[in-house]
């Protein structure tokens, strides 16, 4: 089964994925069923106690392409993410990677296939620099010792490749940091260790105007290169910006996905706070 591994182009940045070949047993849950995307959600349902915060969610997520996933407070985008993304165990229904059932046990799992969530705090360590931040867990080793020398290397090509050019040192502890900047090294370390799927939460929302432009376009280049990202946000100027694609739940369903083109910001919003367009004719 064809794999990906991410790699920027050093002539214009752009990130793209080299194919891979991997053998992988079979696997008698193996289907079809998922029209071609990355990662199929198919009748996905969570509860926490008396709580249905998941209810029969299907959701495509393609690669190279943004799916912005979009709801009001309480929607289930959440809960949504971390099911995906190995925290929360699904109570119902199947996910599909590359057209194959899974079901992961905790995040490495998920992390393994691919699958990388950048979480609004971001999971940086504050007194740790750049480099050590980019590497945590999968630090270069060179008889027995820490590869500085390789990981500052490598840690400083990707960012550059990516475009992060604003920071002064790689050797800065990420508190000095700006909000954008920060965002930027998480993306870098998603980068880095070849995600397929990078899942943003709310990737803007303590941003100013530069650096929203800063991480608006490392989505898109991101997307460009064929990785699948998953945008969750509540500011419709970045998902009319980035977005390729719209998921919109409300009340723990997902009441409407489809190309970005078929919304506007007024059917989006009708969507978000009830549940149904009536502007919209047909469903995406
Ligand atoms: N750990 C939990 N225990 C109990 N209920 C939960 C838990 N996590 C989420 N919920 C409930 O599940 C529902 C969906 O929550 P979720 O956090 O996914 O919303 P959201 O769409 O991310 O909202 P927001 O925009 O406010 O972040 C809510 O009713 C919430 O109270
Ligand atoms: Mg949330």
Known sequence: ???GRIRAD???GTIRRETLKLQRSQDPMSTTESNG???SLRGISKRFGPVQALS???LDIPSGQVTALCGDNGAGKSVTIKTIAGLWQADGGEMLWEGRAIRHNGPREAEALGIKTIYQDLALCDNLDIVQNMFLGHERLEHRLLDEDAMETAA???LKELRVTTVRSIRLPVSSLSGGQR????VAKAVMANAKLVIMDEPTAALGVTQTRMVLDLIKRLA???VAVML???NLNDIFEVADRLAIMYLGRLVVQGPAAQFTPQTTVEYMTTGTSRQMAGTA
């Not at 965002?183 to 998480?186: E, F, I, K, L, Y």
């Open 1 to 3: 089964m064809p794999v």
């Open 10 to 12: 050093p002539a214009d």
């Open 37 to 39: 995307a990355l990662l």
């Open 56 to 58: 029969d969610v299907t």
């Open 156 to 158: 400083r090509q990707t």
């Open 183 to 186: 965002q930027s090294v998480a």
């Open 224 to 226: 460009a290169g064929g």
């Open 232 to 234: 969750v946000s509540h």
